[in-house]
C-alpha cells in the first residue's frame, strides 16, 4: 500500500490516486485555519494505513508550532518538499536511479516513515 510521499510523488503500484499537490496544500492550510479537521482531510483524500499515520504527523507538527508565523513556515516546508518530490527532475529528494529518497523526506518534514 501507499505512503503519503508515494501519493503526493506519484510513484504508485497499486491503484491508490496520486494527491493534487495543489489541492494538498490548500487542504492542510486550512486545517491550521481550524476551517477543517483532521476526520475530513482523512476521508476526502481517502487515507489509509500509513497515510494516516503520515498525514496525523503532520497535523502534530502544525499543531505544535505556536503563533500563525510558525505554522505558517512549517506548512511552507510541507510545500517545498513536496513540490520537490512530486518534479521527478529533482535530485535533492531523488535517488540516481529516480525514486524518492523517502528517509531525506521523512528527515525534512520531521515525520516517521
Not at 491508490?16 to 486545517?31: D, G, P, S, V, W
Not at 500509513?50 to 500563525?68: F, N, P, S, V
Amino acid at each position: 500500500m501507499a505512503d503519503l510521499i508515494d501519493r503526493i510523488s506519484g510513484e504508485l503500484e497499486d491503484k491508490t490516486r496520486k494527491i493534487n499537490l495543489h489541492r494538498f496544500m490548500a487542504i492542510e492550510r486550512l486545517y491550521a485555519m481550524g476551517e477543517w479537521t483532521r476526520t475530513e482531510i482523512a476521508v476526502e483524500l481517502d487515507f489509509q494505513g500509513a497515510e494516516l499515520t503520515q498525514a496525523t504527523q503532520l497535523a502534530d507538527k502544525i499543531d505544535a508550532q505556536t503563533g500563525l508565523a510558525n505554522k505558517t513556515i512549517y506548512i511552507a516546508r510541507v510545500e517545498s518538499v513536496s513540490m520537490c518530490i512530486e518534479d521527478h527532475e529533482d535530485r535533492f529528494y531523488h535517488d540516481v536511479d529516480g525514486m524518492v529518497n523517502k528517509t531525506k523526506v521523512y528527515e525534512d518534514l520531521q515525520i516517521q516513515g
